[in-house]
């Protein structure tokens, strides 16, 4: 049947659904957004609590401390005979006191096993194992002579749950940590990693540490010397996504306490909670996942405190697919994963003897996480529903408001309102200045306060009767608070006090005084820029205008509302004209109402009114790959 010869009836019930799934695609965005929202907000808190707790934390203390338990680190191997050479030389340069190495070579088809015993020289040992977990037979174990802590178990194929149940069976230790095979941790992950076992060592049975991209570093001997990011566009979008999921995502659920995963690539355990729980399952595609959920229903069923964390300091680098085929089959893994562990234990969804995790972290899940793609999918084809149809869509859904409110047909008061609210929000437009100047005066207070009250802690010790600084030549520190406190460095190096600038000032690394730009990365704990003043202006201004251009466009008054009041029914002449053309050189103004003519009234796109935007983004995208070319290793780096 042809469009043509649809029916009323059918026609409109098609119009109906188009136009109930976007109603319901608002309520979804909007509970998706303010959910992630709040989880960046968590994240930024938990980070900014952790860096000012990390800030002095002495890591070779840790290493000598009598309360860090020894680690075994489990790896099991399936024909990754090209990466298990570089891999170990990693974790045996681990800077960590006690650890072993159990090696699980999970039935291997290529020379994965001939390529480890001669590179590390191994030998058949007649060692018993203690067969607590239930496993596929080993048909024999090795161990180095060259590094007495390394172990290889040669077995046969039974999957990676049954591979980390026999390196369970053969490790010694009471700490655990699973490691994917073509992963590399760097030296002192581990000491980081276990810090949440030695402060609370009672309550935390798993922690999890940060996984990035390995693609397109330099690695040599088992190190990552350089970092840049891989030449795979596939990869490049996978370091985004992997550095939002942990740090904007995974240290919110942390600090929610409704953390449901930590990375098979990187996780440490309490071996003993791990073998009361029956060890890892093959019941799901994702065992690292179905371990913690499991971990969480029965040390809930058992009411025992306890603790599941996420540790944003320790990193492991990890090989991501960069052909379609492969990255597919990983999310089709993942997705099936997901579906079977929610499914599993669906009886602790909404229970409040499960605490957030069942309250908040697994409806999250299943709504946003399970069904979001579903949700997705039906938009790619109501899209082009909508625009083949042409439906007249009525002005109470095309004509959303930014507040809330949904736009009649305007009666003449409302008209006059709108009006009013029109001109007033176009004035205060076109003063950007001030506008910029306020926000940006905010903006700067918050990120400085802490400096202020540092300065200000000083200059009360002067006072009380300690040495005072020599008289220097001093900028205002709100003008410019890096030249105010590198000014302040120069005179601590001229006249050492018994201070913290001090002992920045006089500090050495191997042997070399630390240059200004260390001391003021120790100083603020984080990496500073000589030129960050600038650069805090650059970034602000930038958010601002942004803000501005977007509410300057048909988020807020479709372009023909717009249009018509200011040429028709206001009808003021050249101004008006001057203002409607202003209004529409904003690039976000076309892009935006061509994408609410297509999905909310069912109409073709203004062409015209999208010059502008793809004049920017002709302009702009370009540039902004040059620059970041110029600046991926530092930013990949700093990240």
């Known amino acids: 049947m042809s469009l043509g010869a649809m029916d009323g009836a059918t026609s409109a019930l098609l119009a109906d659904i188009v136009i109930g799934f976007n109603k319901f695609v608002i309520v979804y965005f909007a509970l998706i957004n303010l959910g992630y929202l709040s989880i960046f907000l968590l994240s930024l808190r938990s980070l900014w609590r952790f860096v000012r707790r ?64 001669a590179a590390f020289d191994l030998r058949r040992s007649d060692a018993p194992l203690h067969m607590q977990l239930p496993c596929k037979a080993i048909k024999a174990t090795y161990r180095s002579m060259a ?22 069976n053969a490790s010694r230790y009471p700490l655990f940590c699973s490691i994917d095979a073509d992963s590399l941790i760097e030296e002192d992950a581990l000491l980081r990693l276990v810090k949440p076992f030695i402060e609370a060592p009672q309550e935390t049975v798993a922690a999890g540490g940060i ?21 795979s566009r596939l990869a490049v979008m996978q370091v985004i996504e992997y550095l939002r999921a942990f740090l904007a995502g995974r240290a919110g659920w942390s600090a929610a306490r409704s953390l449901l995963i930590i990375s098979g690539a990187f996780g440490l355990y309490r071996k003993r909670e791990i073998v009361d729980i029956g060890g890892y399952s093959d019941a799901t595609d994702t065992e690292d996942a179905e371990l913690v959920v499991r971990l969480h229903r029965i040390m809930s069923d058992k009411g025992r405190p306890y603790r599941i964390v996420f540790v944003p300091d320790p990193v492991c680098w990890t090989e991501v697919p960069e052909s379609l085929a492969v990255l597919t089959a990983q999310r089709s893994r993942w997705h099936r994963g997901l579906l079977q562990t929610l499914w599993l234990y669906r009886g602790m969804m909404f229970r409040r003897k499960y605490g957030a995790v069942g309250t908040l972290g697994m409806p999250w899940f299943v709504a946003f996480e399970l069904f979001g793609p579903v949700v997705e999918i039906l938009g790619y084809i109501m899209v082009p529903l909508a625009w083949f149809l042409q439906w007249d869509l009525p002005p109470a859904f095309s004509q959303v408001v930014l507040a809330g409110q949904i736009m009649t047909e305007p009666s003449p008061a409302r008209a006059e309102t709108d009006h009013v609210l029109f001109r007033q929000w176009h004035a205060a437009l076109l003063q950007p200045d001030e506008v910029r100047h306020s926000i940006v005066l905010q903006e700067m207070q918050a990120r400085l306060e802490e400096m202020e009250q540092r300065m200000a802690q000083y200059m009360a010790a002067l006072q009380q009767g300690q040495q005072a600084q020599p ?23 001229a006249h050492p006090q018994d201070d913290l600038i001090t002992h920045f000032a006089q500090a050495e690394i191997d042997g070399d005084r630390l240059d200004e730009r260390e001391v003021l990365h120790f100083y603020g704990n984080q990496a500073v820029d000589l030129d960050l003043p600038v650069q805090i202006y650059t970034l602000i201004l930038i958010a601002v205008l942004l803000s501005l251009l977007m509410y300057a466009s048909p988020v807020i008054y479709p372009l023909q509302l717009v249009k018509d009041k200011l040429l028709v029914q206001q009808a003021a002449g050249e101004w008006s004209n001057t203002l409607y053309t202003l209004y529409t050189l904003n690039p976000l103004a076309g892009i935006i109402d061509a994408f609410q003519s297509v999905l909310l009234r069912g109409a073709p796109p203004d062409l015209n009114a999208m010059i502008p935007g793809a004049i920017m983004i002709a302009i702009l995208l370009p540039l902004s790959y040059l620059y970041f070319k110029r600046a991926e290793s530092y930013f990949a780096d700093v990240i």
Do not use: W
Not at 211 to 231: D, I, K, Q, W, Y
């Open 147 to 168: 590094h007495p802590n390394l172990l290889v178990l040669d077995k046969e194929r039974g999957g990676k749950s049954d591979a980390l149940n026999a390196g369970l």
């Open 211 to 231: 996984v990035r991209v390995a693609n397109g570093c330099t690695v040599e001997n088992g190190r990552v010397m350089s970092v840049a990011l891989p030449r």
């Open 471 to 493: 008289e220097v030549p001093t900028p205002d520190f709100e003008a410019d608070p890096i030249e105010y406190l590198r000014v302040h460095l120069e005179a601590k190096r």
């Open 54 to 117: 990390s800030f002095f934390s002495d890591y070779s203390q840790i290493r000598q401390s009598e309360l860090t338990l020894p680690v075994s680190l489990l790896v099991p191997a399936h024909n990754e005979a090209r990466t298990i050479v570089e891999s170990l030389r990693s974790l045996l340069r681990l800077n960590y006191g006690e650890f072993e190495i159990v090696v699980i070579n999970d039935g291997s088809t290529d020379d994965t096993l001939d390529t480890l015993v």
